[in-house]
């Protein structure tokens, strides 16, 4: 698995950050405490986290053309023998392709971060003992007897903290800021029997990692128009103009 890791993250950064890029901090300007915390805080369970978030809110594209991508993740579950690996089941969607997938999250390190600023007037200023991210591998597999599959591989990011009654929690705490995203999971996604990969990134609220030309939004995630046929028009006619039946159809449990 090393070997192909490797490999991927070579080709993603020759093909994603050769040009600029934009939303590539996801700590959005949050000082980070160099000390490695994974000793102690590997055994809290982080499951929780990568299925907080609606669907919707999941933006994610493949390839070049930043044809849009939908990732559900169903169900996570902590390895009780390896604190540091999580098994995952879920499901894709590309143009309506929904595609089943397994695999696995293995966290390589735990940090925790100085934040100044505590959501809008400090208001969770007393709530918080400690912040922090979480980085780690993903590799998820899809079901090789379903159309058009492959495997996603690549780094995920994960902003947590742990309030004041020792609780992990999803860090959501500046969601309103501008530029705000979580749960970045950017890599590859490469089809079966094929040794060509495509970008493949998602994240909560914004596509991680990806050109500044395709979200024009400041406060929000706004995709240019030009990738509109790329499946983002029923976003923007949702959450932009606030028509009824692309709501409805961003709201749909594809999944299901």
């Known amino acids: 698995m090393k070997i192909i890791l490797s490999i991927i993250f070579i080709v993603h950064s020759l093909i994603a950050f050769s040009q600029n890029t934009c939303h590539n901090d996801i700590l959005n300007g949050e000082k980070i405490d160099t000390n490695d915390k994974t000793t102690q805080l590997i055994e809290n369970d982080f499951s929780d986290l990568w299925t907080k978030t609606d669907n919707y809110n999941v933006l994610g ?6 044809q849009r991508i939908k990732v559900k993740i169903l169900t996570i579950v902590k390895n009780r023998n390896k604190p540091d690996e999580y098994l995952v089941y879920g ?7 929904v595609c089943d997938f397994v695999g696995r999250i293995i966290v390589e390190k735990i940090q925790e971060t100085k934040r100044e600023q505590f959501g809008v007037d ?21 079901n090789k007897n379903q159309p058009h599959t492959g495997v996603f591989a690549g780094q995920v990011q994960t902003k947590w903290y742990i309030n004041k009654d020792n609780q992990l ?28 990969s495509r970008i493949c990134n998602w994240a909560d609220y914004r596509v991680p990692s990806i050109l500044c030309d395709f979200d024009l939004g400041v406060g929000e995630f706004n995709p240019n128009e030009k990738y509109f046929d790329k499946g983002w028009q029923s976003y923007a006619k949702a959450f932009l103009s606030n028509e009824e039946q692309a709501k409805n159809e961003e709201f749909a449990e594809w999944w299901r």
């Open 61 to 66: 594209v493949l390839g070049n053309d930043f």
């Open 169 to 196: 929690k999803y860090d959501d705490v500046n969601l309103l800021s501008d530029g705000y995203f979580n749960n970045a999971f950017v890599g590859t996604w490469t089809m079966y029997n094929s040794t060509k």
């Open 122 to 142: 400090n208001q969770a200023k007393d709530a918080i003992k400690t912040q922090g991210i979480l980085i780690a591998k993903y590799e998820f597999f899809e």
């Open 91 to 97: 499901k894709s969607n590309v143009k309506n392709n």
